[in-house]
Structure formats: structure tokens, C-alpha cells
């Protein structure tokens, strides 16, 4: 199978990486061609220049390939979900933006006849985290779930600055997890809280106490598919502590406002000022970890997951993590493996038991416990 790989940042690069190791035929497509060029070169891909908002020039380049994994911003999802359907290429999207999902669901049937498979929220959270949350409902007693959790947070190995924090992706993408409403289940029924709300805290081993808050996009569909049969069903990120009511501040202010302002007789949008602010300032490319937990309440017990993850070699553990869920469902796909046409969230798309083995080749794995929920 020949795969195009759209964006040579740090995930389109880790994606190109892995699926080169795993044998396929891989191109690397990006508006920066000094970008394309080095990663291709690194990795043995055939380099490709293109603007993805050229719908024309995106389908050319696409009907070459049998698949495509997208890593450029989440505002060009629906014209690349809608450039694989016009040219039957299988779609792997990393996402993680509501409304984009939304729009590229609508697609859903489309997908279905012409046997392309369209898989948005593709990469850590949402992606791997809720194919874990997916599997823990699947192999759960008949019955009332009482809870479903997942914490995810991509940090530096240790706090950074005010914030804890280091540049790991698009800080656009970041304010937009922490601006829009995050869907949740209360009492069964589908509901929206605000984002950077419902703080806690989170003991983990060898980081001490971090916190968590909600933010969107993380659980996906999941509270559509399990109303009803989960009582509670919520995702949050983690950071340390503090993080959390700095950006809370931020967005009170009005600093993650979209709607140009005029100031000394130019027109600026906030979230335009704070993003270039986050983009000079804040610290990159140190040493990260990602932690991912997963827990499910039910009849008194709670059985969780957890996942932690470090740099390897060239490669953050956030770009490992985002990229290496993605490149293995494509590795099934190949296969033969999973073959699911339509529009599915990677939770929809494929199971743990399928995708888990596929990680643990570049040491991505999860472990599995069952306590009282007492003695959790």
C-alpha cells in the first residue's frame, strides 16, 4: 500500500518514521519544502510540496495514494476527509476538534458505498485513550456502568516556567482544547461543561500530585454511543500544578476571543496575540512524558489502564504517542485487518485488542489492574 503523509512536523515526521519501518511506500506533502525535503531524506519518503487548502492539487496528490494520514491543522479536516472520499484514499486524521468531526460524520454514509474509511480522532487524545476507555465498556458486566475516566497529559519530564509547561504541538490546538465546551455524561445524559473546570487533583507515581480540568474533543463520540449505560463519562487533561487557573484567567479575560478588536487603530483578535505570545515564549523540544489513565467503576471495583511513555531517539513521547496510534491502524488497514468503511472515530474504528499489539513493537504499552474502588 502507498501512503501519503500530509504535514512534516514533529507528528507527520514520527508517522512517516514508522511507516517506513514498517515497509510501505511513504510520501511526505507539505507547504514547506525545506521540511519535506529533511524529512524525507531521514526517513527514505518521496518528498512532495503542496498547499492542502488547493483542493485540486490535494486530490491529484491524493488519488496516487490507497492512504492518507493527515497531520496539518484540524481547520483543513473536512477538505481532506472530503478530498479522500471524491478519491477513494483511506483517511487517518489525528482531529480532536468537535465541530470538524461533526461535519466530516455527516459524511458517514458516502464513505460507506464507496468502501473508504474516514477515521478522525486518530492520535492520543482523542485516539488511543478512548480505544482503551472503548475496550474497558466492551469486556464490562451486563449492567449500569457507574464511571468511565480518562486523564491524558503530555508534559515536560519536569515543570517548566509558571506554567509547567513546554510547547509539545500547535498552540492553536492547544487554546482550542481549553476555549470550547467538553462534552461529558452526568447522570447517564449527554451534557457540556466549561472548559478549564472541574479541577482535581491526581496523585502519580514518581510526579507527584499533578492536576486536572476538563477540556473538549477528548472523549470523542463516546458520550452519544454510551448514554444511557455510563453514568459518568468524562475526560480531562493533566498538568502540573497551576497550569490550569493561569489559562483559566486567560480565557475570562477574553484573550481566547476569535472576534478581531481594534487597538491603536489595528484590528487583532486576542486568541491571535495570546497564541504568537505562547509561540515566542514558551520553552520546546525538552525531555517530555506522556501519562494516560483509564479507569472504570463498576459493582464496587475499578479496573484502570494506565499508559507512560517517554522520549525515544528522535521522537517526543507526545509525537510517539499522537503519531505511532495512527500508523498502526494503518499497518491493519494494509493488512487487511480492519477493513470498516464509513466515518468512525478511532474508538468506532478499531479495538484494543487490535491496535495494543501493534504498539508494543515501539514500546507503547498499557497495564492492567482491578482493585476495590475503596482502595483506589
Request: net charge negative; charged share 20%.
Amino acid at each position: 500500500m502507498t501512503i501519503l503523509v500530509l504535514g512534516t512536523g514533529i507528528v507527520g515526521s514520527a508517522a512517516a518514521w514508522d511507516l517506513r519501518r514498517r515497509g510501505f511506500a511513504v510520501t511526505v506533502a507539505d507547504v514547506d519544502g525545506e521540511s519535506v525535503e529533511r524529512v524525507a531524506n531521514a526517513y527514505g519518503a518521496t518528498p512532495a510540496t503542496i498547499d492542502v487548502a488547493d483542493a485540486r492539487d490535494l486530490m491529484d496528490l491524493m488519488s496516487m495514494h490507497e492512504l492518507v494520514v493527515s497531520a496539518v491543522p484540524y481547520r483543513f479536516g473536512y477538505a481532506v476527509a472530503s478530498a479522500a472520499l471524491a478519491t477513494g484514499t483511506h483517511h487517518l486524521d489525528f482531529g480532536g476538534n468537535p465541530s470538524v468531526v461533526a461535519a466530516q460524520r455527516r459524511m458517514h454514509d458516502d464513505a460507506v458505498t464507496n468502501g473508504v474509511m474516514i477515521v478522525p480522532d486518530c492520535g492520543l487524545a482523542p485516539g488511543l485513550a478512548n480505544v482503551i476507555a472503548e475496550d474497558l465498556i466492551a469486556t464490562a458486566d451486563e449492567g449500569m456502568i457507574d464511571s468511565i475516566q480518562m486523564r491524558v497529559g503530555a508534559l515536560p519530564q519536569e515543570p517548566v516556567g509558571a506554567l509547567g509547561y513546554q510547547l509539545a504541538f500547535n498552540p492553536a490546538g492547544l487554546i482550542n482544547e481549553y476555549a470550547e465546551p467538553c462534552e461529558v455524561l452526568i447522570e447517564r445524559r449527554h451534557a457540556k461543561v466549561q472548559p478549564l473546570s472541574h479541577f482535581e487533583e491526581v496523585p502519580w507515581a514518581d510526579r507527584g500530585v499533578l492536576e486536572a480540568f476538563s477540556t473538549a474533543g477528548g472523549t470523542s463520540t463516546m458520550t452519544y454511543a454510551h448514554e444511557g449505560r455510563v453514568r459518568s463519562l468524562e475526560y480531562k487533561t493533566l498538568r502540573y500544578p497551576g497550569h490550569g487557573v493561569v489559562f483559566r484567567a486567560l480565557y475570562e479575560m477574553g484573550l481566547f476571543d476569535q472576534t478581531p478588536h481594534r487597538f491603536g487603530g489595528v484590528e487583532l483578535a486576542p486568541r491571535a496575540v495570546l497564541i504568537d505570545g505562547l509561540t515566542r515564549t514558551l520553552p520546546r523540544d525538552g525531555a517530555d512524558v506522556v501519562l494516560v489513565r483509564v479507569w472504570r467503576d463498576q459493582g464496587g471495583q475499578r479496573t484502570v489502564v494506565e499508559v507512560e511513555d517517554t522520549a525515544h531517539g528522535a521522537f517526543s513521547a507526545l509525537a510517539r504517542t499522537t503519531a505511532f496510534p495512527a500508523t498502526a491502524l494503518a499497518s491493519l488497514i494494509a493488512e487487511g485487518t480492519v477493513l470498516r468503511p464509513g466515518v468512525l472515530a478511532m474508538h468506532e474504528a478499531v479495538t484494543a485488542a487490535e491496535l495494543m499489539p501493534e504498539l508494543s513493537d515501539v514500546g507503547i504499552v498499557g497495564t492492567r489492574s482491578t482493585r476495590p474502588i475503596a482502595e483506589a
